[in-house]
């Protein structure tokens, strides 16, 4: 199984980024998907997460109207267009498959990617 984020980098305030998580290994198709984040010195926070069939999304409220989730389920991959960047945004960016939250504010996945890193500055 992999899971391997792309597109992070340094941008400024204002600006847009769109990361891609390319999977393989496992049933893409049929697997809820969602992006966290974890920025220095702080726990992970979901940001966003999307049904199997890419019908549903879900936004944590500090992004809503400016993040975008999406899949290509013919490729295997999972998007998050980041629009509006602030400072704030900055962190580690995860994929994971069927992320959910456990007791004590940890956060469980089945498959988790190695993150991509978005500085805005």
């Known amino acids: 199984v992999q899971l391997v984020e792309s597109g992070g980098g340094l941008v400024q305030p204002g600006g847009s980024l769109r990361l891609s998580c390319t999977t393989s290994?496992?049933?893409?198709?049929?697997?809820?998907m969602s992006w966290a984040r974890q920025a220095p010195g702080k726990e992970l926070e979901w940001v966003s997460g999307?049904?199997?069939?890419?019908?549903?999304?879900y936004y944590l409220d500090s992004v809503k109207g400016r993040f975008t989730i999406s899949r290509d389920n013919a490729k295997n991959t999972l998007y998050l267009q980041l629009n509006s960047l602030k400072t704030e945004d900055t962190a580690m960016y995860y994929c994971a498959a069927n992320l959910v939250a456990r007791p004590g504010g940890t956060w469980e996945a089945r498959y988790w990617g190695q993150g991509t890193q978005v500085t805005v500055s």
């Open positions: 290994g496992f049933r893409f198709n049929i697997t809820a």
């Open positions: 999307i049904n199997s069939g890419g019908g549903s999304t």
